[in-house]
């Protein structure tokens, strides 16, 4: 039990989350965000506190296969809905496509929102399997990046989109 | 010792909606709202929740007996963006749909949300106000139906009861021969508040003169407002002219406040020139020429191709 800052009390409630195909009973108070019950509650991390306010996108997450930011949503809400994170695309042992075309194309550098760009760009080809230079462009318009300025990552995208024949940006 | 609500329920019908909302609960759909705002510290959130966005009953689009579009409230804004009914006959809001956050946002946001959060900014606004749609308020006694000038009263505000579930908006069919526009000025594409925007729905006369013309402002006044005075565009053609009164009319009715965002002067003149780009992009759509949604892209405002775009006009 939490005392909030008004001091009235918030109980917790308990309920079950689906993240990558596993299932995990939470407890936690309502005001509690799907990130931070995936990142401090279940463990994992691989999903990225940017701005905690809708604008950055590293939070992104699939639910039911669509991309939500994780910070603003509520995580008590997400219960009963299928939660994709990106350990549930790919790992270590065996990296996602997207995640192969990132790194041939150097769209990482500090690495801060690419779990997040993986989530949102792995959407919109699931929805669009040969997407535009200017549909990607739309596809990552809620994820930030202060590093690559984008032509790279959106490289890869395109590349993992149409299998190598992307020419990549000098 | 009262018993406490449920903290978090997952309506599945209306009914059980309009249930917990008459036991104080606040709806929340995508959250994109409620949550944001509790998170930034603006408002708490509620001790008890209903969570709609699985009532499926509040997801239609459809056309009612009369001709009318009925849109659930629980209808995202990339549903809306995507309808083909309302890309065709109701333009303006799926230009509004559009621009609304990323598509993150627009996966979970809803109609029905972005019209009880009363946001003075709000993309959706203007278009139905130009449309004159009607706001279908439900509670576990019946509906009933107001404008939307009657349910927005100050930023932030409505006049709906806190028993009152919006469940629907309603708009009815718009004369032959018109077309729609929602344009706003923005600082960038993504994630973005309109810093002032406008709708326009235009309809032509057989002799391609104005026959009728709504204009509806964005983030200039404590509420979406309708432009006054628009009948002496009436029998005018489109042109320099009648362009240079909309953004008069537009601009003189403005009442904007200043913050980091623009100044007041800055939002009151670029209204005046979105209230135009709005108007000349509904009367060629009234033409039946094909602009892609959203006008903000399609056009792309402050582009050359907008220069060229309106010099075509006069």
């Known amino acids: ?4 800052e008004q001091g009235s009390e918030s109980e917790s409630i308990g309920y079950d989350l689906h993240v990558n195909g596993q299932t995990y009973p939470v407890e936690a108070t309502l005001d509690r965000n799907l990130l931070g019950v995936l990142r401090t509650e279940i463990g994992l991390t691989g999903t990225k506190e940017g701005c905690d306010d809708c604008e950055c996108g590293a939070c992104m997450v699939l639910l039911d296969g669509q991309p939500v930011n994780s910070c603003s949503y509520l995580a008590a809400q997400a219960q009963g809905r299928q939660i994709t994170t990106i350990e549930g695309l790919g790992n270590a042992d065996q990296l996602h496509p997207l995640q192969e075309c990132l790194l041939a194309h150097g769209g990482v550098q500090c690495g801060f929102c690419t779990p997040g760009m993986i989530i949102s760009a792995h959407a919109l080809l699931e929805r669009n399997s040969s997407p535009s230079r200017d549909e990607v462009g739309i596809g990552l318009s809620g994820n930030l990046c202060r590093c690559t300025g984008y032509a790279k990552i959106i490289d890869a995208v395109l590349d993992s989109a149409s299998n190598g024949s992307v020419e990549p940006t000098p | 010792m009262t018993e406490r609500p449920n903290p978090l329920l997952i309506a599945n019908t209306i009914d059980e909606a309009l249930d917990a909302v008459s036991r104080g609960s ?42 009318s579009l009925s849109i659930g409230s629980g209808v995202t804004h990339a549903t809306l963006m995507s309808s083909t009914v309302v890309v065709t006959n109701y333009t303006a809001l799926a230009d509004a749909a559009a621009l609304i956050g990323s598509p993150a946002t627009r996966n979970v946001g809803t109609i029905g949300g972005n019209v009880m959060n009363g946001s003075p900014a709000m993309d959706t606004g203007a278009p139905l106000a130009v449309f004159d749609a009607m706001i279908q308020l439900s509670t576990v006694a019946g509906n009933r139906q107001i404008t939307t000038s009657e349910l927005w009263v100050a930023p932030g ?11 629907a908006i309603i708009i009815a069919p718009q004369p032959d021969r018109s ?11 993504s994630m973005e508040i309109a810093v002032v925007g406008a709708a326009a729905v235009v309809t032509l006369g057989l002799d391609g003169t104005i026959a009728g013309c709504r ?27 009648t362009l240079a009164t909309v953004a008069d009319l537009a601009s003189s009715q403005a009442a904007p406040i200043s913050d980091l965002r623009a100044s007041e002067q800055y939002r009151s003149h670029s209204v005046g020139v979105m209230a135009k780009r709005a108007v000349l992009a509904a009367a060629r759509r009234a033409t039946g ?6 006008v903000n892209r399609s056009i792309g405002v402050g582009s050359d191709g907008q220069r060229q775009w309106e010099a075509g006009a006069s």
């Open chain 2, 179 to 189: 077309g729609s526009a929602y344009v706003r000025l923005e600082y960038r594409r």
């Open chain 2, 26 to 67: 606040t709806p929340i759909a995508g959250g994109t709202d409620l949550v944001v705002g509790a998170r930034q510290g603006n408002k708490r959130l509620p001790a008890s929740l209903v969570a709609i966005d699985r009532v499926e009953e509040l997801q239609s689009i459809g056309l009612d007996s009369d001709g």
């Open chain 1, 1 to 4: 039990m939490t005392i909030d």
């Open chain 2, 289 to 294: 020429e094909s602009i892609s949604v959203p």
């Open chain 2, 215 to 241: 204009i509806a402002l964005t983030a200039v006044a404590p509420t979406i407002v309708l432009v006054d005075g628009l009948e002496s565009l009436i029998g005018q053609a489109i042109g320099e002219a």
């Open chain 2, 157 to 167: 505000q409505t006049s709906a009861e806190p028993d009152e579930l919006c469940t």
